[in-house]
Structures are given as C-alpha cells and as structure tokens.
C-alpha cells in the first residue's frame, strides 16, 4: 500500500516540478525580454533624438542663410542687390548661389549669382525656375515675407530653392534663394552630422566622422539612395528622421557606432539566457530524480531492515521455544524412556547451537556495520580455521544425514588472518548449505592455494541460485523467496527461516583480509560459494576494507 502511494506521489510530484520548472523558465525568460525591450527603447530613443536633433542642426544653417538674403534683397533698391550681397556671400551665406528677383508677371527682374563664367548654367536655371519650379510653388497661397522652401528633382538633378515674396508700392514681388545642392551635401551636412569636431572638411575633402562619434549617420533620399555618407546596415537601432523644413525629400539616418554590436549582444545574450535557464531546468529535474530515486532506495532498505527485524525476532523465537518446551518436559520427569530423553537432549543442544550461532551473527554484522568492528589479525592456518568451523556442523549434518566432505589442500600459504572471522564465514556458508540445499547428499569444503593466498569453496546439491540473484544475495537483509519440502510434513512447503546478513558478513569478512566473495551455481544442480584470503595483503580494520557500504546499525 504504501509503496502504491510512494508511486503515485512520484508520478504526482515529478510532472510538478517539471511544470513548474516550466513557468518559472516562462517567467524569466519573458521578463528578461521585456528588459530588454525597455533597452532597446531607451538607445532607439536617444538615437531619434540625435537624428531630430542633426536634421534640425542643418535646417537651421539653411534657414539662417535665407534669413540673411531676405535682409538684403529688398525690392526697393533691386539695382544693387548683387553689390550688397556678393562681398559677403561666401561668408554668410556659403550655400546660397544665386539670388532672383522676379514681378508678378514672372519676369525676372534681378538675377545675382556667385557662379563665374557658368552663364550657360544660370540661363537654364532662370528657364527653369520661370518654366515649371514657380508654378510648383503654390506663390497664390502664400503670405507677404513667408519663407517657404522647394525641395524637388527636376531633370534628374535636385534642386532646393527659399521663397518669399515683398509687397512694394502695391507691387508683389518673389525673391528666390537658390541653394547649391551640392555645396550643401559637400560641406554643411559633412561639418553638421560628423559631430561638428573642428572640421577640415574643404569643398574637395571626404566628409570624416570624428573618430569620438558615437554614431554613424548618413542622408538618403525619398528612394533610399544615399546623398551623403556611408551606407548603414539597416538593423533594429537605425532610425531615419526627415529634413523639417528645406530639404524635406531627404532624412537623416541615424544608426548607433555599436548598433551591429548592440544588436549581436543582444542576441547573444538572448541565447545566453534560453541555455542557462534550460540549463537550470534540467538540473532541477535531474535532481528532482535523484532524490527521487534515492528516497526509493531508502524506503527499500527500510523495508529490507524491518524485515530483518521480524525475521531475526522470528528466528530467536523459535529455537528458545524449542528448548524451553523439551527442557520442561525433561523437568517434569514424565519421559520414560532414555532413547527420547537423549532424542530431547539433542534438540535441546541443537536449538541452543542456532541460537548462539544467530546472536553471534548478529552481533558482528551489527558491529561491522557501524564499522566499529576491528579484526584481530595473527599470521594462521586457514585450513586449520575450515577444518575447526566446519567440525562445529559435523554432527548436525551427520544427523540430516548429509556427508560434510573436508578437502584441505597441504602446504597451504601461511595468511594474516582473523581466525574467528574466517571460522564465522565458514559456519555461515555451511550453514546456508544445510538450510537451503538439504536434498543432496554431501557437502563439500575445499580450501586450496589461490593466486599466492587460499581459496575457500563451500559446495552443494540445492536448487542453486539464479543468475539475476547471484551478486545481490550478498547484499544485506536480501533473501530470495525460499521454500524447501517441510522435513515432517512430506509435501508441504515450508518457508525457511533467515536474517539475509549471512552472505553480507561473509563478503565483509572476505573483504577485511583483502579477498572476494561470490557464488557460482547450476540451477537445480547446486551452487559453490567461494571466498579468498590473500597472503600477505592484510587489512588492519574492517571499516577501511568495508567503507564501501552504508555505515548503519544492523538494529
Ligand atoms: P539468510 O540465509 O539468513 O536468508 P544469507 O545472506 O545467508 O541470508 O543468504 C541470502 C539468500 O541467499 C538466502 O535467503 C537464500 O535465498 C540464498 N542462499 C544462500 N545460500 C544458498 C544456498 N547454498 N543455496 C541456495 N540459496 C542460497
């Protein structure tokens, strides 16, 4: 029952954590995100306010221009407009190549223009300008003194033009400024956008960012062909604002130095996030099984130890009643004759024999477990050791009417040994030979040199043992489904009594003189259970050759 619910809380708890592994994973990563949207917000809006910022930077120089031009092309005094402004052009007005002055009818009436010797190229100008840029001016919707701007292709070449127009004497007239495109793009966008460092930005030179600049930036226009500078590789950081007012066909692109960089950390750290809480999630999970898997571990071994419990507690029962009842029986002076009287004193030795052999057993195993129990090692006869241990049984087998066969190989290796350990082994497997394998009809125990030390076999005619349960019979508290034919009952089948420590003592003791213990069986034939003393490798306690296995009370 319990084992169903230990089940079923694993089948529960697992998917739980898994789910919520799930949500926390959901939960940061959907935070992190959100962190770094609210970043890339912030840098995209520094950079919009840098690019407004730039785009207004030229705006205003042109706009300043025009201002300066609108101060000296009074309608008035039209006749000297080119002597007031030429001496000063360059210097105020570096953008501005030709000033116009034209009536209502569209006749030009004053023509001033810094261009020497390009006679040819002002004439196609004023054809132009009379032909077709006046009637894309709107000249009837605009207010006196308005400046206005035309910013527009005309043949293929791009042309930006100031307006206003002057009321005099009851006469309109429109003052055209008309800006060089391409001083503009080679001079006042180069020393406007490049950070504005003291620039050496002549009519021929290369505009040169600052090398400080925190950006890069260029100018493009309506079709997205660059006027002026580099090409930027458009990414989420890059953002483009057009020219308010003057040159409003064209923007100004704006994209941060590092934004390729930004943009790859981004990224980076995008995926530095999904694997570290992955990563996390599958140590969570993992080590949620574990423990899992160790908690199920524990409740077997508790089980296994409570087992041991009734089964020792079973075992001591049984003998003490035994020798209580015959003893009583014999007390009682009402056994006549004295073939049962020996009979009854026989099962009296017997019993007590078990019952001391269990105690003893117990006690080692509880002390090697606590790896309290140290050995006492003195150089010795293993075969002596065998011979005594198994003389211990000679009678009880005699009596089962089973052959003990003792085959002590001469001239054994001497070995440090803990002869009282060794003898415990012995009576352990013999023992186990007696209980489990009592249908064959002998029992052999052979010691011989092994490998430079002694090796031990104890062999039977029992059902022997299943391949799968050969290395965990040693295990301790396991013990294999045992029946065997009940000796009075005949047929029926009784279940044979035992603590599952015989076999764990066995490969302690094994191990503590530097050995090994295993089994080797023939289903339904018998098995041989053998164990190794090494010469000369000898262990001083048994919790160093033991530390393998859990340090616990037997109890
Ligand atoms: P116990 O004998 O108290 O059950 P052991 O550790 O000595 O504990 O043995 C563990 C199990 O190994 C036994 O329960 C039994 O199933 C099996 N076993 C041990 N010796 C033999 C044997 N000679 N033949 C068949 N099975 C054996």
Redesign the pocket.
Known sequence: MSRWRERLRLLVLLPLVVVAVGVLAYFTFRTTLQIDKLRQQSVLEATLALATEKAARVDRQIIDQDNVVMAIADPARMDTLGERWLPTAQRETPSVRAVLVLDESRTVLSFASRATGALAEDEGFRRLLVDRMLGDMELAAQAPDELRHLHREYAQQSYLLSYWQRVHEGRRYVVVAWHDIGRIVRETLPMLLAELQPTTAGANDKPRPSPSAPSRNNVVDEEGRIIFGPPLRSSEFTVGVRFPTTLYNWRVQVSPLASEELASRVQNRRLLEITMVSLSGIVIVIGALAIFLVAEKERRVSALKSEFVA?VSHELKTPLALVRMFAEMLQSGRVASDAKKQEYLDIIVRESERLSALIENVLDFARLEKGRGSFEFAEGDVGDAVTRAANVYRYRAEREGVDLVVDVEPELPRARIDERAIQLAVV??V???L???PEGESIGIRVRAHDGGVRIDVT?Q????PPE?RLR??ERF???P?TRDDAKGGKARAP???????????QHIAASHGGKAWVESDLGKG?T?TFTVPAGRVLSTASQATSDHVTQSAG
């Open positions: 089964n352990n497997l023992d186990n030979a209980k489990y394998a039977d029992g059902p022997g043992i349960d019979i040693f396991v013990r294999l045992n044979v009594r035992g603590s599952g420590i015989g076999l764990a003592l066995v098995s259970f």
